[in-house]
């Protein structure tokens, strides 16, 4: 992979460079953790504010859809602007945000932090995604994409536990808090350790277009749209799976999603390595590992044992989806790294959205059963998509 730009000038006050990438991953965590933290405050918010859970639930999708908007917007509007500043700015109206979230009187007021807490989530991603090759050698950018990743694959684990634990404990006002000062705490980081990183060039209407005209580059985004919308028409549903197919108690639940998150951390890891040397080996194994996960459930899923293997295959098989994808755009595109990823995050949650939907659809009219085994189907359309395509990892010199 030739992306490889490492920041120069870096002035001798700057820790190093893998503080950096940590203040990025912490960024992430906490955007990411910010977008979850209603799932598991839902009933206390709706309750305070009077609304209905219906309505309250719009804090949960509207991120997604919103994002896939934000993503490109951002990365057109940032023109020449350093991306540091950018990335600076964005934590501090992720601050904004989470403390407007928190001092919210209505849940129109909510809502619309929500929106601004969406514009950060696109952006904060959009930059971060394709500034690892700009940070550590070449040799390093598989671990440092693993690091920034690694904060969604924590965040998709402890957002909804620890929302939940803050807001039983302190109430859900003091949850929003939290999500404030762990935003803080990232862009004191980031001002301590980020070095000046310079746009190499505005970013223009035409580099979409060209971009939406690149094979390789639309090849990895249905391939990411098949892989997150066949994960979210099942994973969407995984309570009910575990409850009804493997007939796990209630009080399971939550500690087996946290071993399932666990797993997808390790895969985050496990896949980030390997994707700079083998991608499309490493992102067939994880979309393999998806596919059979889906659909075993129907086959396999009846114990608790087995329900729990499938479950941790899950997790680990999909805990590298990202990381793979990422890497995939940035050696589909290396010289619009930040087109190919703001379109990446924007298809990507497209496909959660459609999945979610998709999902609902098919458990209300076939069942949870046949939704898995049409999520397997959807997850397993991409492995013939990456079997198609000849994309590889330049050798690491």
């Known amino acids: 992979m030739s992306t490889s730009h490492q920041a120069a000038g870096q002035p001798a006050s700057v820790p190093g460079p893998w503080l950096a990438v940590f203040s990025i991953g912490l960024a992430t965590f906490s955007v990411v953790t910010t977008e979850m933290l209603p799932v598991g405050l839902l009933n206390p918010i709706a309750d305070t504010l009077n609304a209905t859970v219906g309505r309250a639930g719009l804090m949960i999708s509207l991120p997604a859809l919103l994002a896939a908007f934000f993503a490109p917007l951002v990365v057109l509007a940032s023109g020449g602007i350093n991306r540091r500043t950018i990335l600076r700015w964005l934590l501090v109206l992720l601050i904004a945000a989470n403390i407007a979230s928190a001092t919210a009187a209505s849940m129109n007021g909510l809502l619309a932090a929500r929106v601004v807490v969406c514009f950060c989530m696109g952006g904060i991603w959009a930059i971060a995604g394709g500034i690892a090759g700009r940070l550590v050698p070449q040799a390093s950018i598989g671990l440092a994409i693993s690091i920034i ?65 690149n094979p390789k580059l639309l090849a990895g985004l249905l391939v990411t749209a098949m892989l997150v919308a066949g994960h979210f028409m099942a994973f969407t549903f995984i309570r009910p799976l575990l409850q009804t197919v493997s007939h796990f108690d209630d009080n399971w639940i939550g500690p087996l999603l946290f071993a399932y998150g666990l797993a997808g951390i390790a895969g985050n890891f496990l896949a980030g390595s390997a994707a700079a040397k083998h991608l499309r080996p490493t992102l067939a194994l994880n979309a393999l590992g998806l596919t059979a996960a889906v659909i075993l459930f129907s086959w396999w899923g009846a114990t608790a044992v087995s329900g729990g293997l499938i479950t941790l295959l899950w997790g680990l098989a999909y805990g590298g989806v990202s990381v793979s994808l990422m890497t995939w755009m940035m050696i589909a595109a290396p010289r619009s790294i930040e087109v190919a990823t703001s379109l990446y995050i924007a298809t990507f949650n497209i496909g959660i959205s459609l999945g979610a939907v998709t999902g609902g659809q098919l458990v209300d009219k076939y069942g949870l059963v046949t939704n898995a085994l049409m999520a397997g189907a959807t997850t397993g359309l991409a492995l013939l998509v990456i079997a198609r395509v000849k994309i590889r990892a330049e050798p690491t010199p």
């Open 149 to 213: 990743f690694g904060g969604v694959a924590a965040a998709s684990v402890l957002g909804v536990p620890l929302g939940a634990l803050i807001g039983d404990a302190f109430g859900w006002r003091t949850a929003f808090l939290a999500m404030a000062l762990l935003a803080l705490l990232a862009l004191i980081l980031l001002i301590r350790s980020f070095p000046s990183v310079p746009a190499e060039q505005a970013v223009t209407l035409g580099q979409f277009a060209e971009q939406l005209a």
